[in-house]
């Protein structure tokens, strides 16, 4: 927050008039002639008549001319001082508009259908009395001398009765005063002024003598350009109705369009709701600063009513429903074959109300579904359509309701509120989250309601879940064990290395398991071909290029076969029978070069010390606005891997404010700097948690191979990669030297850490995700710190093979705190998603 002072400073010049007394002054009366004859006398005496430019300056020395001369030369600096306050200061001032859209309800107003109309005279006298309304309002108001304009854009059918206001604002702000040009300033001046009755203790008031309903007023700040291509004398604004529910209405937009910003409003019959269908999208990626579309749950571009983003190609078909009859499309698409394709309907309120009787075994029809399945579920929970309600009851008392989710995940409410969905089960609050695996919640009552609602702020992922009565003194088979997840896996299962419960409650709390050497049975899968040598015999590591079933603990060959051998990635030695395993292994070998002079300066870094040129070179800073922000490292020619909440607030989402810079050891002498073209953050990250805490990053330019030792990619780990104890791993990074410091170390620093068990960071910290590791030291003097964010932990396969990516810095409780570890993105099990985005 920077604050703006102006100083005045100005000089006076006091000039003083000289004063001749009367009695000085003597009158003298001569002729003519006489006064002739004088001046001959003078000039005779003058030895020649100055020529040229001294008879200029002659003439300008004369006392009446200087003053003029003065006077003129006053009055063009008065001018030019003017013309620039005009132009940098005033003309400055009286240009800087701020434009506001808003909405609100009349009340107790019947919509008639000439109000779709702008040119209609109902449409005219109805907009031009609101908009004498708003003016007063504002015109009596704080901001009465900056106040220029209300423009109704379009009247609305609203499902709670009476007429939705869509209307512009515009005002002239000094830039002095643009901080009481807030949003929320303007909004509160506008709800202050609907004077409701506390008999009634309806949010209905009004507005000087206009019927408003206060909970209904939303102002949002927009750009200028938002307002100038959406008014009414725009080439690009098309609006489409449609009065037939069930009939779907074509919809193709072409780049040939023309223009950058193009908006299409659609309305519907009264009483109705909207489902856009987007088949397809073709746009450039570009984390929508180029192309775009932006669905709105109004007639105008306001924020607070977005339904959904679409930044990237869409291939496959989707909805979006609204939460009433009307949507904005604002489509943003630069030159090129760009186009979209899809169909909008007129669809009724979905009655979510239901009685189920649940039975041992479901079947197909035994689901539930979340509102207008499998469109995208509407934001908020102020509709009706919005929430289901659903009751059940089993056959005897001794049975409960088990709900099976494909996609989704109910946890008791905590503290912070519900962004994922609010559930009510017999007087309960729950909250959803998405999941990339099933989860059963089970509820031990043979009579039960379930209530949801939705609660996302824009359109959210549907749910569908399978339900069915079970046992409740027994929910699982004997021979099954019952995961936190509400799964149900083999017993044989437990403690195999692999996470069959989705949430490692099978893997954890584990006590080591026995080698079996020698033994009949074969070694325990954990020891198995993981590149140690477990058993003197060496049992455990024979066969390892044997084809087995696979599974996420067996590396897979790009043939879809899979081998017993964990760390077959990039180990040098072909075990694939494709030799895929070796392929794509331009990685992690860095060539770090010596330094002349001075030993390598030992500076503690929460345990860490400085790094040398070369030594990692997948390394990227990553600096928001000009300032170091969080770490990358360096996946390809032109993708960078970082962590999500490096990106998580509306501002950081935005790649133009980014650069990376790359082969760089001391802040401010990279090798390349890059601009970002688009930030993929994953779809489930969960700023709560920091689940799902990655992020990947596409530069807008490759950068060249010539940079190539200082520059170069780290391998990623498959799915079943193993970190052992002769991996040696260390976390780098430019974060903070320790919790107080408050400034950041100019040279690469780097820590040596060890990979802690997941059930001892569960210990730690209590509930981690699967996707999660911690790394430390018990002392705590080695870990990262702020500023590290995003930054990688690399480990190096034993005998000096090559460095994988092994995690990403993501949180921890402070920094370098005994016994408490710094908690990583656990980058295997993404692998699959990156490569989706990356190949």
């Known amino acids: ?410 946890k008791p409410k905590e503290m912070k509120g519900c962004d994922n969905g609010w559930w009510r089960i017999n007087e309960v609050i729950f909250c959803g989250s998405y999941v990339e695996h099933h989860t059963v919640f089970r509820i031990a009552n043979h009579n039960l309601e379930v209530e949801f609602r939705c609660s996302s702020r824009h359109s959210a992922q549907p749910f569908l879940a399978s339900y069915s009565s079970y046992n409740i003194s027994q929910p699982c088979p004997e021979s099954h064990f019952l995961c936190s997840t509400g799964l149900c896996v083999e017993k044989s299962r437990l403690c195999d290395g692999l996470d069959d419960c989705q949430d490692e409650s099978d893997e954890v709390f584990c006590s080591r398991p026995t080698m079996n050497c020698g033994g009949t049975s074969p070694p325990h899968p954990l020891y198995v071909c993981n590149g140690e040598t477990d058993c003197k015999d060496g049992a455990d590591e024979i066969n390892c290029t044997h084809e087995t079933t696979c599974s996420p603990i067996r590396y897979q060959c790009r043939s879809g076969s899979c081998i017993l051998k964990k760390n077959a990635k990039c180990d040098d030695v072909p075990d694939c029978e494709d030799r895929s395993d070796e392929a794509d292994c331009t990685c992690g070998r860095p060539s770090p070069l010596k330094r002349s002079g001075s030993p390598i300066d030992l500076q503690r870094v929460v345990g860490g010390v400085n790094s040398v040129e070369g030594e990692w070179p997948w390394q990227v800073s990553l600096h928001f606005a000009g300032s170091l922000y969080c770490g990358a490292s360096v996946l390809s020619s032109d993708w960078l891997i970082s962590a999500a909440h490096c990106f998580s607030k509306e501002r950081l989402s935005d790649p133009r404010y980014w650069t990376a810079h790359l082969g760089m050891l001391t802040q401010g002498n990279s090798k390349h700097m890059a601009e970002i073209q688009r930030i993929v953050v994953h779809k489930y990250y969960n700023a709560y948690t920091f689940d799902y805490d990655i992020a990947l990053l596409q530069l807008k330019k490759p950068w060249p191979p010539s940079l190539s030792p200082l520059v170069q990619p780290v391998c990623l780990p498959p799915s079943s990669h193993v970190v052992t104890e002769s991996h040696r791993c260390l976390v780098t990074g430019w974060g903070y030297r320790s919790e107080e410091d408050k400034v950041l170390p100019s040279v690469l620093q780097k820590a040596e850490v060890s990979i802690m068990s997941q059930t001892e960071c569960k210990k730690r910290y209590g509930p981690i995700s699967p996707r999660m590791l911690c790394a430390g030291v018990p002392s705590g003097e080695q870990d990262a710190c702020r500023g590290d964010s995003g930054g990688p932990l690399s480990c190096q396969a034993p005998g000096g093979g090559r460095w994988f990516l092994i995690g990403i810095v993501s949180w921890g409780s402070g920094c370098g705190r005994p016994n408490l570890p710094g908690v990583y993105t656990r980058v295997n099990k993404f692998t699959s998603w990156i490569y989706s985005h990356i190949s």
């Open 1 to 410: 927050m920077g604050a703006m002072q102006e100083e005045t400073n100005g000089d006076e010049d006091a000039s003083q008039l000289d004063a001749a007394s009367v009695t000085d002054v003597s009158v003298e009366v001569a002729t003519v002639d006489h006064t002739l004859q004088k001046l001959r006398r003078i000039y005779r005496k003058t030895r020649r008549r100055p020529k040229g430019l001294q008879r200029l300056w002659a003439y300008l020395l004369n006392v009446p001319h200087i003053a003029v001369i003065i006077a003129a030369v006053l009055f063009v600096v008065v001018v030019v001082i003017w013309s620039l306050l005009w132009v940098f200061i005033f003309r400055r001032e009286s240009n800087s508009g701020a434009y506001f859209a808003g909405m609100f309800r009349v009340a107790n107003v019947e919509f008639i259908p000439e109000y779709r109309q702008a040119e209609s005279y109902e449409f005219v006298s109805m907009a031009n009395k609101i908009q004498h309304v708003v003016g007063n309002v504002f015109k009596m108001s704080s901001v009465s001398r900056l106040y220029k304009q209300a423009v109704i854009s379009d009247l609305s059918h609203n499902n709670k009765g009476g007429v939705l206001v869509h209307f512009w604002m515009v005002f002239i702000v000094p830039q002095l005063k643009s901080t009481a040009m807030c949003e929320e300033c303007i909004e509160a001046i506008l709800r202050d002024s609907v004077h409701t009755s506390l008999k009634n203790r309806s949010s209905v008031g009004y507005l000087l003598g206009l019927p408003v309903d206060m909970d209904s007023i939303l102002i949002n700040g927009v750009q200028r350009s938002d307002y100038t291509s959406n008014t009414a004398d725009s080439q690009c604004v098309d609006k489409l109705y449609t009065n037939l529910p069930g009939v779907s209405v074509p919809l193709n937009v072409y780049s040939s369009w023309g223009g950058l910003n193009c908006h299409v409003k659609l309305t519907a019959v009264p009483g109705s709701l909207i489902r856009l269908t987007i088949a397809s999208f073709l746009i450039e990626a570009s984390d929508c600063v180029n192309d775009a579309l932006t669905v709105y749950d109004a007639l105008l571009p306001m924020r607070g009513r977005v339904l959904h983003r679409l930044c990237e190609p869409v291939s496959s078909s989707f909805s979006i429903v609204s939460t009433s009859n009307v949507m904005l499309l604002s489509f943003s698409m630069t030159s090129g074959n760009k186009n979209f394709k899809g169909h909008f309907e007129a669809i009724a309120e979905e009655i979510c109300k239901s009685q189920i009787e649940t039975r041992l075994e479901p079947d197909i029809s035994s689901q539930i579904y979340s509102p207008f399945y499998p469109s995208l579920l509407p934001p908020q929970c102020s509709f009706c359509t919005t929430s289901c309600t659903w009751t059940f009851q089993t056959s005897n008392l001794n049975l409960g309701v088990a709900l099976q989710f494909h996609n989704y995940a109910l």
